[in-house]
């Protein structure tokens, strides 16, 4: 449906942010996945997480893979460049056009056949590699474009929507973040926009690699009974261990809750966020608790999203590669060619 | 004693050490090969190793050649034997007259020995133990010695030798003294004790000139850190890996800032090939010059990414040093067997511009001039080295740079010409040439976005599975590829003294070799036009080349003839002018073999027919 020009039209009375954008200004062409999609909300949350950011839509780089996930970049950041890339190789691609240009800010688009299946191994590396990301799986355990074959996320016994009985283990994609180390992540349900939008808001502030799995109910194919990522069972499992409330960039926070019940997380570059505690045993900066906590909560069928991981000292792969501050991509033959006189030097010492 | 005379010649001979894997023997005889190198005297030397760390078999051969033929010319006039394992066959291997170099400490039946040869026994270990106690010590300087004794068989300036390890161990004094003390150890024992110097001697000359000694990797690395590569991404594979590591080194001494010392480039080892195209593929498109450096598996591994880089017009630049396929096929042989694979690589229908360098100098040329060709066309590049040359030292002439060169970043629309109101259409054909202007991501806030796919999409960029769109795309893309035929290296042609009606096309590694040939057959008595291939797609010069001869020699190395194929494909020529010449056995080809192939072909025309007979 991407031929119907989505119109520029908007009431003049729309809220604007800091940078005087709309809404509006931060959304993309109009959808062209299933009515009802899981996909669609996190569309509307990364637009909302944007706008109240008040980024420059123009300095958001937007990458995805193949599948339906990979397609949303297109209907959210109109003003931002696009790539939809190939299979699973999001991540490389995005490793890529992080290092060209460390300054822009880098949203990678992910499915769950794009990062638990086929594109596993590079979804590993990019987070091994601590790129200054933030890494979204709209997971919805289904392989959405080809009609309904189970992906690697969905669950052991879970059912297809032609009865058929998945017999695999699922790959966690959370846990397996936490393992290699990604310095923040994170995970929340398409259908619950107010944990899902600070969420995004504070990937994208976090400077490492920051991944937020979703779960995002396909409506076509996997929103069944017997389904383990349909609405009604996420819905009836999620546990949520904390929501972040305020976020607030650079700006002092107010606390409005209980003493002990907020937690103001300040990273490095400044950026702070705040995080309201469900779970108040729960310690967003134990690693190794995180795990453990995940794994405990999964075999009771529970599915713990929230922000589960922050390491708010987090370095990236700039700092590991101490690459120069300006981005690679503005140098010229003046700060990389070495020139003739050093040339002869070389050819010297050849001899 | 021999029946065979003995050989005898003075700068004109091959030397091969056969050695085992690991046992430090590489040093000493590419000191070996340089010090002939100080008399003036160029050698070609050729590392044939195996797929191993240690403990395999592996020879290093030395081509002595005042005349300057640096192709390889098989056979070996002196072999050094230092490994028990390939005795037979490197005793085998020497020409008729011969030299047989051995450590004599051990007594070997003479069943062991040809009576057509000439046999040197040094007593290497005796030397060397009765000298040194550490293992590790008696096993390196082993190798220093036999290179003593060798220098008084040749008849070499020990000055020159002891000049180069100076220069090697300069300010480590301890180091300099052990070897120079362990090369007169060599020396002496055979100035002392045998006949010296042998029939083969090296003679000072002033045959070398300003000539650079570097490898093809080593040299390609270079081109990429001039031509302003600042992000490169790798998986480790032979042969290319020293290209990757000599980048990193390169960038270690040129590329940092001298105020801050931060690095202006970024080298990720990738997880795999697929990992580090997608990363060239990702720096490209947001307006960095990557490239990433493989051999024909890491080949087959990208063909996703090399087709959505022609389809969706992100420049990249793949240095592609060949080995012997298919498959793992024989990883440390040289071939140039990628052709095809990488001209059509990708599904659907493809064509990517390949350089196919020479030697060194033209690997450092051609590899800068890829990331100008990969911006201006906006797609891959491949620069075509192989394993002979890229990991081989070769001399050749100097590097050199134009300081006035500028990078041509190609068709680029900036914030300022969007302001202007330019027209932007990602794929828009603007100029006739089928190139289209790109914006850089990040560039403006309202203007010249687009959203890359490898879909089929408008000239707007707009996504559109209509027929008519998807054709008017691909036929912009031809229009493209013709304009790339006249921005690539033209191919290089050379006549022959009188006027002939054949031909012959030759590229890449087979040029010393082929040049060579070419006076052996004139020896002969055939005369033949020559043209070197430098890229294709295909100057107009190639065709005319082929029309104007009767028949023409296409020499590569590979089985199936790669290179004459794309040029039938490409050329629609009449398959039975252009005649294959195939050397595929994963050595490098040589001379004889040019010379022998097409001599014994020419040598057939000239058969008069049976019919003429009969009549």
Same mark, same amino acid.
């Given at each position: 449906m991407t031929y119907i020009a989505k119109p520029k039209f908007h009431h003049p009375g729309l809220p604007k942010n800091r940078l005087g954008y709309t809404h509006r200004d931060y959304e993309g062409k109009i959808s062209t996945l299933c009515a009802g999609c899981g996909h669609d909300s996190i569309t509307a949350s990364i637009i909302e997480a944007c706008y109240e950011l008040s980024i420059e839509p123009h300095r958001v780089a937007k990458i995805s893979g193949i599948g339906c996930s990979s397609k949303t970049p297109d209907y959210f950041l109109g003003n931002s460049h696009g790539f939809n890339s190939v299979h699973g190789r999001m991540p490389s691609v995005l490793t890529g056009?992080?290092?060209?240009?460390?300054?822009?800010?880098?949203?990678?688009?992910?499915?769950?056949?794009?990062?638990?299946?086929? @594109?596993? @191994?590079?979804?590993?590396?990019?987070?091994?590699? @601590?790129?200054?990301m933030t890494y979204i799986v709209e997971n919805n355990g289904v392989y959405g474009l080809t009609k309904g074959q189970f992906s690697a996320t969905a669950d052991r016994g879970s059912k297809s929507k032609k009865g058929v009985m998945n017999t695999d283990n699922a790959v966690d994609l959370v846990a397996i973040a936490l393992q290699l180390g990604a310095s923040f992540v994170a995970r929340s349900f398409s259908g619950d926009k107010t944990q899902l939008v600070p969420l995004i808001a504070a990937a994208i502030e976090h400077k490492g690699s920051a991944f937020i799995d979703v779960i995002s109910p396909c409506i076509a194919f996997n929103n069944h009974a017997g389904s383990t990522k349909s609405f009604d069972y996420v819905r009836e499992h999620n546990d949520a261990v904390n929501r972040l409330d305020v976020l607030t960039g650079r700006e002092p926070i107010s606390i409005e809750y209980a003493p002990g019940m907020v937690k103001v997380v300040e990273q490095h570059d400044g950026t702070r966020i705040a995080l309201r505690k469900i779970d108040a045993d729960y310690d967003p900066h134990d690693r190794v608790g995180a795990m453990a906590f995940l794994q405990k909560h999964a075999a009771k069928g529970q599915i713990v999203t929230g922000l589960l991981y922050v390491d708010p000292e987090a370095e990236d792969l700039h700092n590991h590669l101490n690459t120069v501050d300006s981005p690679l991509n503005t140098l010229g033959e003046g700060e990389l060619c070495p020139g003739s006189a050093t040339l002869e030097k070389i050819n010297a010492s050849l001899r | 004693m021999p029946v065979q005379s003995p050989l005898s010649s003075v700068n004109d001979f091959v030397v091969r050490f056969a050695n085992v894997n690991g046992s430090g023997s590489a040093s000493a005889n590419?000191?070996?090969?340089?010090?002939i190198l100080r008399h003036g005297v160029p050698v070609s030397p050729r590392n044939i190793f195996p797929s191993n760390i240690q403990g395999l078999p592996t020879w290093y051969e030395v081509r002595v050649t005042e005349e300057g033929h640096l192709g390889a010319r098989g056979g070996v006039?002196?072999?050094?034997?230092?490994n028990p394992q390939t005795w037979d066959k490197d005793v085998a291997s020497i020409e008729p007259g011969g030299y047989l170099f051995y450590d004599s400490t051990k007594p070997l039946p003479s069943s062991k020995f040809r009576n057509?040869?000439?046999?040197?026994?040094?007593?290497?270990?005796?030397?060397?133990?009765?000298?040194?106690?550490?293992?590790?010590?008696?096993?390196?300087?082993?190798?220093?010695?036999?290179?003593?004794?060798?220098?008084?068989?040749?008849?070499?300036?020990?000055?020159?030798?002891?000049?180069?390890?100076?220069e090697?161990?300069?300010?480590?004094?301890?180091?300099?003294?052990?070897?120079?003390?362990a090369l007169h150890l060599g020396r002496d024992w055979a100035l002392q004790n045998v006949k010296c110097p042998i029939g083969l001697r090296v003679r000072k000359a002033d045959k070398v000139g300003d000539r650079i000694f570097i490898e093809g990797n080593s040299a390609a690395a270079l081109?990429?850190?001039?031509?302003?590569?600042?992000v490169c991404a790798w998986y480790p594979i032979t042969p290319s890996s020293s290209l990757a590591?000599?980048?990193?080194?390169?960038?270690?001494? /040129?590329?940092?800032?001298?105020?801050?010392?931060?690095?202006?480039?970024?080298?990720?080892?990738?997880?795999?090939?697929?990992?580090?195209?997608?990363?060239?593929?990702?720096?490209?498109?947001?307006?960095?010059?990557?490239?990433?450096?493989?051999?024909?598996?890491?080949?087959?591994?990208?063909?996703?990414?090399?087709? /959505?880089?022609?389809?969706?017009?992100?420049p990249a630049v793949i240095m592609n040093v060949q080995r012997a396929g298919p498959s793992t096929g024989m990883p440390t042989r040289t071939q140039q067997c990628d052709i095809l694979a990488c001209a059509y690589a990708s599904h659907g229908d493809t064509k990517h511009v390949l350089l196919f360098p020479e030697d060194p100098a033209e690997a450092f040329e051609f590899a800068a001039q890829a990331f100008d060709l990969a911006e201006q066309l906006q797609t891959t590049i491949f620069v075509m080295l192989d394993l002979d040359i890229g990991m081989n030292h070769r001399l050749c002439r100097p590097l050199k740079w134009d300081d006035a060169r500028q990078y041509d970043r190609g068709k680029v629309m900036t914030a300022e010409m /969007?302001?202007?109101?330019?027209?932007?259409?990602?794929? /828009?054909?603007?100029?006739?040439?089928?190139?289209?202007?790109r914006t850089y991501p990040g560039a403006h806030p309202t203007k010249g976005s687009y959203f890359t796919r490898g879909t089929s999409r408008d000239r707007y960029a707009r996504y559109s599975e209509e027929g008519s769109v998807y054709a008017d795309n691909m036929q912009r893309l031809v229009r493209k590829f013709e304009t790339a035929q006249d921005m690539v290296p033209r191919p290089l042609q050379a006549n022959a003294e009188r006027p002939t009606k054949y031909g012959v096309i030759y590229f890449g590694s087979t040029a010393p070799a082929m040049d060579e040939a070419i006076e052996l057959l004139e020896a002969r008595g055939h005369l033949l036009d020559r043209m070197r291939i430098r890229a294709f797609p295909f100057h107009s010069s190639v065709a005319s080349f082929i029309a104007d001869h009767d028949f023409v020699y296409v020499v590569e190395q590979n089985r199936d003839a790669q290179l004459r194929s794309l040029i039938v494909n490409e050329n629609g020529i009449d398959p039975v002018r252009l005649v294959p010449i195939r050397h595929f056995d994963g050595t490098p080809i040589t001379a004889r073999f040019i010379a022998g192939a097409i001599g014994d072909h020419q040598d057939q025309l000239k058969l008069t027919p049976l019919r003429k007979v009969k009549t």
């Open positions: 056009a992080n290092l060209a240009n460390r300054d822009l800010i880098y949203l990678g688009v992910s499915g769950d056949g794009d990062s638990a299946s086929i @594109g596993f @191994g590079q979804f590993a590396h990019s987070i091994r590699r @601590g790129v200054n | 590419e000191l070996f090969a340089r010090s006039d002196l072999m050094v034997a230092m057509d040869i000439n046999v040197i026994g040094v007593p290497l270990t005796a030397i060397t133990n009765s000298t040194y106690s550490d293992p590790r010590q008696r096993q390196l300087f082993k190798n220093i010695i036999y290179l003593g004794a060798l220098s008084a068989l040749l008849e070499m300036d020990p000055k020159l030798i002891e000049q180069l390890i100076g090697q161990y300069k300010g480590k004094e301890k180091l300099l003294s052990s070897n120079v003390h081109g990429a850190v001039y031509g302003g590569a600042t590591d000599a980048f990193a080194a390169h960038c270690k001494k /040129l590329r940092h800032d001298p105020k801050t010392g931060k690095a202006k480039y970024a080298i990720v080892q990738g997880e795999d090939e697929l990992a580090s195209i997608g990363i060239v593929v990702g720096a490209s498109w947001n307006g960095a010059r990557a490239f990433t450096a493989t051999s024909g598996p890491g080949i087959s591994l990208m063909q996703e990414f090399i087709g /959505l880089s022609y389809f969706a017009e992100i /969007l302001d202007e109101g330019r027209d932007f259409g990602r794929y /828009l054909d603007v100029d006739g040439d089928g190139i289209p202007y």
